[in-house]
């Protein structure tokens, strides 16, 4: 058995190839929100975040050989739980890293902090629409706050990220709810609709929907804030799903 942690669109054909290899997969997402993870028969979902233990528990019952991470590229905390879990079991953990979106030689600002992704945004001088998820409000919205501008979050409809924004003082009219990736045209209607000034995203690369965002604050005229992604942890990383199967054989069939 296979533990990937999914959660992202390369969940179903990573866990097909897998299935394919002739592994069972068992898909692990942090929630129960609707998701196409393959229809091969030897894969099954379970949903619910797993700290450390969690996972090596759950690794020890369902007798796992490999973890693949699968995990959004900015997902840190499982990056790390992923690896420290698979030391623990002393399994191998694989993960698939999506390619980025962002050119390196690209004229559009690239943050490391909220902080400063916040400074800036709010500093444009109008409404600031966040793509980056449902964590790390707060700094956008105190200097939102500081400023007198309006922040618009564009989120998951999960209960966890609603929750999260009421919590951040996002008023309720402001959470746009959705799953993406959303289409150049969707993204270009919304920062009209708005009247946003800055759009704040992450490098989440061809299959986070990144170009299309890009395209849309261009022609809108609207600026971008970048978030830079998190460096990569140790082990083994791939951003090729065939290259990926293929190490894992390697791996499994020699005993690694």
């Not at 390619?99 to 559009?108: H, K, R, S, T």
Request: proline content about 5%; charged content about 20%; some cysteine.
């Amino acid at each position: 058995m296979i533990l990937l942690l999914g959660g992202t669109s390369e969940t179903a054909p990573l866990a097909t190839a897998l299935a394919e290899a002739g592994w069972q997969v068992l898909v692990s997402t942090a929630t129960d929100i609707a998701l196409d993870t393959g229809r091969h028969p030897h894969i099954r979902r379970r949903a619910g975040r797993l700290d450390l233990e969690r996972m090596a528990a759950l690794a020890r019952q369902e007798s796992i050989r490999a973890i693949v991470d699968a995990t959004h590229p900015y997902a840190a905390a499982a990056h790390s739980t992923a690896l420290e879990a698979a030391r623990k079991l002393r399994i191998p953990c694989l993960r698939y890293d999506r390619p980025a979106g962002l050119a390196a030689d690209a004229a559009v600002p690239c943050v490391a902090t909220h902080e400063e992704a916040a400074r800036l945004a709010c500093a444009a001088g109008g409404p600031v629409l966040l793509t980056t998820g449902s964590k790390n409000l707060a700094p956008y919205t105190s200097e939102a706050r500081r400023r007198g501008v309006a922040v618009f979050v564009r989120v998951l409809p999960a209960a966890e990220s609603l929750a999260a924004c009421r919590a951040a003082g996002v008023p309720k009219d402001n959470i746009i709810a959705g799953r993406g990736p959303f289409s150049l045209a969707e993204n270009r209607a919304l920062l009209k609709k708005l009247g946003i000034k800055a759009l704040v995203t992450k490098d989440s690369g061809a299959a986070g929907g990144l170009a299309e965002k890009l395209e849309a604050a261009r022609l809108e005229n609207c600026q971008v804030i970048v978030l830079r992604r998190p460096p990569v942890s140790a082990g083994q990383t791939f951003s090729s799903i065939p290259a990926l199967v293929q190490a894992l054989s390697a791996r499994l069939d020699s005993g690694g």
